[in-house]
């Protein structure tokens, strides 16, 4: 008797709990497009990254040459970073759980 009453609470609790579950999240096949354009997005715009970066670091205090530099190198591991979250994004957006993805950030320069 015992264990069938905790066949039932439990049969009862996970019931009760699924409802809740199933509309508290997105499903994936409505994550699917947002993760794919993402990752389509950062691919084509990671090369923006270089000029974006030089910007950030042309009003800095330092000489020109140097702040050019460090913009330019700042730049370069901004579109690696974009280029290749953009491949995870894309490449990964079919498999179910790894749509999350790795964005950089900002997540889209545009």
């Known amino acids: 008797m015992k264990r069938l009453l905790g066949i039932v609470i439990v049969v009862l609790s996970m019931t009760l709990y699924a ?3 199933v509309h508290a999240e997105e499903t994936y096949f409505e994550r699917l497009p947002q993760t794919f354009v993402r990752g389509i997005r950062n691919v084509l715009t990671s090369p923006l990254e270089i000029p974006y970066r030089v910007g950030e670091h042309h009003n800095s205090s330092q000489r020109p040459m140097f702040r050019e ?15 290749s979250s953009g491949a995870w994004d894309m490449g990964m957006a079919f498999l179910p759980g790894f749509q999350e993805g790795i964005p950089p950030d900002p997540e889209t320069i545009y």
Not at 72 to 82: I, K, P
């Open 19 to 21: 409802p809740q579950s």
């Open 69 to 83: 530099m460090a913009g330019f190198v700042h730049g370069l591991f901004g579109f690696a970073t974009r280029i």
